[in-house]
């Protein structure tokens, strides 16, 4: 069972920057697909980005594309959502998320079956 932590959230001014990591514990990290999910107060969780276990697809929420980017190192055992020209309504805990399909990217919930304990983004006006 692949254990994730996330780091690198944070207070951020509008228009800035952060990156964010998700460090696996599972040495066989390249079986796993890799998504970054965030879920403000009061709603629901929602897809923000997804990569595959080589990093040659990945996939991106409309409301994200064109400012993050998500990567991953295998031999580092973490994936990263680097996040530019931030918004307040970017503000949220942002969760990443192990799949057990290497090949395929996913945008909903349930077709992950690992989740880190999240990291706080806020993003001011």
């Known amino acids: 069972q692949v254990q994730l932590v996330e780091s690198g959230g944070g207070l951020v001014q509008a228009g800035g920057s952060l990156r964010l990591s998700c460090a696996a514990s599972?040495?066989?990290?390249?079986?796993?697909?890799m998504g970054w999910f965030r879920q403000a107060p009061g709603k629901e969780r929602e897809f923000v980005a997804g990569?595959?276990?080589?990093?040659?697809?990945?996939l991106y929420a409309d409301s994200v594309k064109g400012r993050f980017t998500i990567d991953r190192d295998v031999a580092k055992n973490t994936v990263y959502l680097q996040m530019n020209n931030l918004k307040p309504e970017d503000t949220a805990v942002y969760y990443c998320?192990?799949?057990?399909?290497?090949?395929?990217?996913?945008?909903?919930?349930?077709?992950?079956?690992?989740w880190g304990q999240g990291t706080q983004v806020t993003v001011s006006s």
């Open positions: 599972e040495r066989t990290f390249s079986s796993y697909s």
């Open positions: 998320a192990a799949s057990e399909t290497p090949h395929r990217v996913w945008s909903v919930t349930n077709a992950y079956a690992y």
């Open positions: 990569i595959t276990w080589n990093g040659h697809s990945t």
